[in-house]
């Protein structure tokens, strides 16, 4: 937010997510009968820990920062998680059911939604490869016995159907709350139309007792005498990693989760994610009777598709957050593109012509040659340029084009801080990127080249309201491309570390609208460079075969690659001198 005065950032990796469980089959030392006692403590100290470190590296690489990277498998996930549910069980918001789930006569165990795979049963869709809990195509919520032909996950066999004893949260008897919650926080909120529609539709099919335990050995202990064998179900505990992450951040986390009054929640997911957080998590926070915060803003995105198919990490399809280091393009730039392509409406594609037309198109030919045609004539020694020194601008508000650019960057800023508020990203960037466009408009007529020898006045507004603009375009752009802005404060000579604001100290905007006042007339900038590389047809091709396919194709082709120069290698005589 824009104006907020105290912001927390929180992001986690879900430790208790099921889909760990799959990975250990890759490990050939353990034995498929005993993985179900050896997964504990493997996939706890090993696995999670492994994509925790490697997420948090490319998090760190993408210039993404949060107050705390936490994970759910910690002594205060345990703690606030059975609180909760202690108090929902107090609250008679519990019942228990006997269910049936399936079990692998070869794993010798229940099987957790995530490991079993089948056809979906909805009408019209029948994918062949929808998760135990969830269609990845449709987007229904899935019970596991509800799949047409299951197969586990881990050895492929047909499950059968046994009887076993779960609580359930009983969401019909807290409909009337929640939907008092939805219908004010949709409007007061704004969730984006998507969050809006995947609630009410849950909505509309009627709630229904949800399951929140399981038949596992990994995850949040349930402590109930008679389901103390079991744990909380992953949907039931991850949510309450948001408040636990933040009670390993500060101690005084309640002041955050339990003051509705001055603390506003806002949550960034994709689209199969909504009803855990707009249905879920909300029933399970009002069922205490606390005063807890609740969501007030959820943005959704739909699916980010990759040239002809889907992304998929299960399947790994698509490049990933650990591949783009890789390919030398910086961080920026990916940020900037993925935002750019933010699916907030509908499904959005990943190609790589696209990327490289909006490196060459928007970033380098729109905002870095703004940028570096300003100060790269700053920079020239005088006669020809200003000696690197900010000209003086005197009456720059009567210069009739430059009080006509001022009018519409004073329009830009207000509609990009309506669409900040909003959450909408996408939009907020666009309208940051206009001003560019408007920046060069406003170069091209001027032609400041010509007016540096006749008209040396005009010039100097000209260009003192240029160079002010590039500070703005940094303050809007910091957001989106941090490290773009952080090397526009070093050619401009400013403290690196400058916090960017759109408002003086008292919160007036009047600065930002008059772009000839925003940096002092007489300031030395620093030495232009090139902001942005273009990225050539060769390169293109060559990352599109480099990531064709699956992840696991390319191991496969790196792999044989190896066996080669290892042979290679064999072949080859090495003579060391001898001293």
């Excluded at 590296?57 to 059975?82: H, K, L, M």
């Excluded at 650990?322 to 933010?342: F, G, H, Q």
């Excluded at 604001?501 to 930002?512: I, M, P, T, V």
Aim: proline share 5%; charged share 25%.
């Amino acid at each position: 937010m824009l104006f907020c005065l105290l912001l927390i950032s929180l992001m986690s990796s879900d430790d208790h997510v099921n889909p760990v469980y799959p990975w250990m089959k890759h490990i050939s030392f353990v034995a498929s009968e005993s993985i179900h006692e050896f997964l504990p403590s493997l996939t706890c100290s090993s696995g999670n820990y492994r994509y925790y470190a490697i997420h948090k590296a490319v998090y760190n690489w993408f210039n993404i920062s949060f107050d705390e990277f936490g994970r759910t498998s910690t002594p205060q996930q345990t703690e606030i998680c059975q609180a909760i549910f202690k108090k929902l069980l107090e609250n008679n918001w519990l019942s228990e059911y006997t269910t049936q789930q399936l079990y692998c006569d070869t794993c010798k165990r229940f099987l957790a939604d995530r490991l079993v795979e089948g056809s979906c049963p909805a009408l019209g869709c029948n994918y062949d490869s929808a998760r135990g809990d969830q269609c990845e195509k449709c987007g229904k919520l899935l019970n596991p016995t509800e799949l047409k032909d299951p197969r586990c996950k881990v050895c492929q066999a047909t499950p059968k159907i046994r009887d076993t004893d779960h609580l359930f949260l009983e969401l019909p008897l807290i409909k009337d709350k929640l939907e008092e919650y939805i219908n004010k926080m949709s409007v007061s909120g704004s969730w984006s139309q998507n969050a809006i529609q995947g609630t009410y539709a849950w909505l509309k099919d009627g709630l229904k007792p949800r399951c929140i335990t399981r038949d596992l050995k990994w995850g949040v202990p349930v402590p109930h005498e008679k389901f103390k064998d079991k744990v909380f179900y992953v949907w039931f505990d991850a949510p309450i990693g948001y408040i636990s992450i933040t009670s390993c951040c500060t101690p005084d986390w309640e002041e955050w989760w339990k003051n509705p009054e001055n603390v506003e929640l806002y949550q960034f997911m994709g689209k199969d994610n909504v009803p855990f957080h707009t249905v879920m998590f909300p029933s399970t926070l009002l069922g205490t009777d606390e005063n807890w915060t609740l969501m007030k803003t959820i943005s959704v995105t739909e699916y980010l598709n990759y040239e002809a198919g889907k992304f998929s990490k299960s399947k790994g399809v698509g490049v990933f957050g650990n591949d783009v280091k890789d390919t030398n393009i910086p961080a920026e730039v990916w940020r900037y593109y993925l935002i750019t392509n933010r699916p907030e409406v509908s499904d959005t594609l990943f190609t790589w012509e696209d990327f490289q037309a909006k490196l060459n198109t928007e970033l380098l030919n729109n905002l870095g040659n703004f940028v570096n045609r300003v100060l790269s004539f700053i920079a020239k020694p005088p006669g020809r340029g200003y000696g690197s020194i900010i000209p003086d601008s005197p009456k720059a508000d009567l210069h009739p084009s430059t009080k006509m650019l001022a009018e519409k960057i004073s329009n830009h800023i207000d509609q990009y801080i309506e669409a900040m508020e909003k959450v909408k990203l996408k939009q907020g960037l666009r309208i940051g990127m206009s001003i560019s466009s408007e920046g060069n408009a406003y170069l091209q007529e001027s032609q400041f080249w010509k007016l540096y020898n006749e008209d040396q006045g005009s010039c100097s507004i000209v260009i003192r309201t240029s160079v002010g603009l590039i500070y703005l375009l940094a303050c809007l752009l910091e957001p989106f491309m941090p490290s773009f802005s952080l090397e526009v404060l070093k050619q401009l000579n400013l403290p690196t570390e400058t916090k960017f604001s759109l408002s003086d100290e008292n919160g007036d905007l009047e600065r930002a609208r008059k772009p000839w006042e925003i940096l002092p007339a007489g300031h030395r900038i620093g030495m232009p460079s090139l902001l942005f590389k273009e990225l050539k047809d060769e390169d293109v091709r060559f990352f599109r075969e480099k990531f064709a396919g699956s992840q696991a194709d390319r191991a496969v082709r790196a792999e044989a690659e190896a066996k080669r120069l290892a042979e290679h290698l064999k072949k080859t005589k090495i003579s060391v001198p001898l001293n």
